[in-house]
């Protein structure tokens, strides 16, 4: 069945750029996501991509695919104090029309 | 996108006791979903709550423990009956949008549920 895996923590420190990397498994995905939770608080809409994309820049935000690989890259630019948050990337696919979603990735930012 | 919230935000509540988790949507949307989110865990769909006939479960849900009511197309409930710790977890809702691009999904803030 569809499996989205992702790594459960990444630290850095302020300033830097941030990635968080992502594998999926159904390559008949339209759409890619990426959504940001932070604590308390629920799921908050990032950015997404087209499979049919190879990449999609928004501000701070990078987004890279690699379609034959079945892998997803967020990367964070300049990253903030007030970017730590747990990040989800998430696949269509799901049998009732939902989403697919890994574990979370847990992005730490140290001043 | 949709304005989502949810009640309540959070609740202790006791085992055996049974908790109604409201959503609603500031705009009158067609697919409505309920989640739940185990401590350090992945969302896992529960149901797909549909307006008018029963709700659409997934395997490992049954109507019996999670009754879903739709009443109309901004409006939805999930009810978690005879509670057990196992089911301290975030509930959380979604409406699916077709903006920015279809299968779009925009979430509620989420109930945070512990059972002692």
């Known amino acids: 069945g569809e499996d989205v895996e992702q790594s459960l923590f990444l630290s850095v420190r302020e300033g830097d750029s941030s990635v968080i990397n992502c594998t999926y498994t159904?390559?008949?995905?339209?759409?890619l996501y990426w959504y940001k939770q932070e604590p308390g608080a629920g799921l908050q809409l990032l950015t997404y991509?087209?499979?049919?994309?190879d990449m999609k820049q928004d501000q701070r935000l990078t987004v890279l695919l690699n379609k034959k690989d079945k892998h997803l890259s967020l990367r964070i630019a300049d990253t903030q104090t007030g970017d730590s948050a747990i990040y989800f990337c998430?696949?269509?696919?799901?049998?009732?029309?939902?989403?697919?979603f890994g574990k979370g990735t847990k992005l730490s930012v140290k001043p | 996108s949709a304005v989502i919230s949810q009640k309540p935000s959070r609740d202790i509540c006791q085992r055996g006791t049974s908790l109604t988790i409201q959503c609603q949507v500031d705009?009158?949307?067609?697919?409505m979903f309920w989640y739940r989110q185990q401590p350090g865990q992945s969302l896992t769909l529960i149901a797909t709550?549909?307006?008018?006939?029963?709700?659409?479960?997934e395997s490992g849900f049954v109507i019996d423990k999670f009754p879903i009511s739709r009443p109309n197309l901004t409006f939805s409930t999930l009810t978690v009956s005879n509670m057990s710790p196992e089911d301290s977890s975030i509930y959380l809702c979604?409406?699916?949008?077709?903006?920015?691009?279809?299968?779009?999904?925009?979430f509620g803030p989420g109930t945070r549920l512990t059972v002692l």
């Open positions: 979604s409406v699916e949008e077709t903006r920015p691009v279809t299968d779009t999904q925009y």
């Open positions: 159904d390559s008949s995905s339209t759409y």
């Open positions: 991509i087209f499979s049919n994309m």
């Open positions: 998430a696949e269509t696919g799901g049998s009732q029309g939902n989403l697919i």
């Open positions: 705009s009158q949307v067609t697919m």
């Open positions: 709550a549909n307006q008018g006939s029963e709700a659409t479960y």
